[in-house]
C-alpha cells in the first residue's frame, strides 16, 4: 500500500525508522525487514547509522533479496548542514551505498552553526543555548534542495517540523514543491488542522513518533505514551490486535504515512500486519476524544531553547 506523492512516486506507506537504532544489531534489522515485506526506510544524518543502513542495503541488493527500484529510501540534511546542503547531500549518498536518494528532508527548521559535514553536531554557544546561524534563510536552504532534484542525486524533498506558517512559506517560495513534511502525530498529539493543511495543499504527512514514543521518548523525555491509555487498549481487545496496531492503523487511515522504530524481530512483523482490519468511523471518532496536544519529542533538553514555544 503506498501514497502518491505530489511528483508522481508511489511512498510506501508504512516504514521502518532507524532512530536510536544500535549499529551492531542494524544488518539484522534491515534483512529481517526486507523480508517482512518493508519497504520503505527512513534514516537521518543525525542517527549517525547511515553507513551501517547502508552496508545492509548492500548486501540486500548483491544477494538478490531485493532491487534498489524496490525500495524507498529517505534520510535528512542536518541542522548544521544548511549552508552545505549539496555535500550533506553527497555524504549520506556515500554512506548509504546509495547513487540516488527517494526522499530527502530538512530535518529541523533551523540552521545552526556549522561543524563540517557529516558531524552532525548540535553546536553550543557559551551559554549553553543552540548555536543558532541567522544568516541562512530557510529559502536558501530550499533552492539548494531544489538543485539536489536536478541534479538526479535525489528524486522527491521534503521538509520535516514544519508548523502551518513554514509550510505555507514553503509553498510560497519553492519551485519544487515539497512532497512530505515529516511531524509527529499520535492520538495524544494529532495536530488535525496541520495534517489537513499539508493534504489539502498536495504534502503528504508521514508520522515520525506514531507510537507515541513508546519507552525510547518516555526514558528521554519523561513523556507519557498513549500506548498505556485505556481507551485504545479496549480497542485493541476489541479487535484483537495490539496497541500499536490500532495506532498505526489509525495513522494509516489519516491517510498518513507511518514509521514506527523497533528493534525486536516480534514487534518488527507486528507492526507490518496492520492491513487486515479497518477502524470503524465510530472508533476513529473516538480516537479524536484522547488527544492531550502533548508531545513527546523534546530536542529543547539538548539544545537549551524551545523552538516550538
Known sequence: ????????????????????????????????????????????????????????????????????????????????DHGHVLEACKDSLKKLQLEYLNLYLVHFPVATRHTGVGTTSSALGEDGVLDIDTNISLETTWHSMEDLVSMGLVRSIGISNYDIFLTRDCLAYSKVKPAVNQIETHPYFQRDCLVKFCQKHGICVTAHTPLGG?????????????????????????????????????????????????????????????????????DMDLIKTVDRKHRTNQPAKFWGIDLYA
Not at 526486507?34 to 549517525?48: E, S, W
Request: include cysteine; charged fraction near 25%.
Open 1 to 80: 500500500m503506498a501514497i502518491t506523492l505530489n511528483n508522481g512516486f508511489k511512498m510506501p506507506i508504512i516504514g521502518l525508522g532507524v532512530w536510536r537504532m544500535e549499529e551492531k544489531s542494524m544488518r539484522d534489522l534491515i534483512i529481517n525487514a526486507i523480508k517482512i515485506g518493508y519497504r520503505h526506510f527512513d534514516c537521518a544524518a543525525d542517527y549517525q547509522n547511515e553507513a551501517e543502513v547502508g552496508e545492509a542495503l548492500a548486501e540486500a541488493f548483491q544477494t538478490g533479496l531485493v532491487k534498489r527500484e524496490d525500495l524507498f529510501i529517505t534520510t535528512k540534511l542536518w541542522n548544521s
Open 214 to 282: 513508546s519507552v525510547a521518548n518516555v526514558e528521554w523525555f519523561g513523556s507519557v505514551s498513549c500506548l498505556e491509555d485505556p481507551n485504545l487498549k479496549g480497542l485493541a481487545e476489541k479487535y484483537k490486535k495490539t496497541v500499536a496496531q490500532i495506532l498505526l492503523r489509525w495513522g494509516i487511515q489519516r491517510n498518513t504515512v507511518v514509521i514506527p522504530k523497533t528493534s525486536k524481530l516480534e514487534r518488527l512483523q507486528e507492526n507490518f500486519q496492520v492491513f487486515d482490519f479497518e477502524l470503524t468511523k465510530e
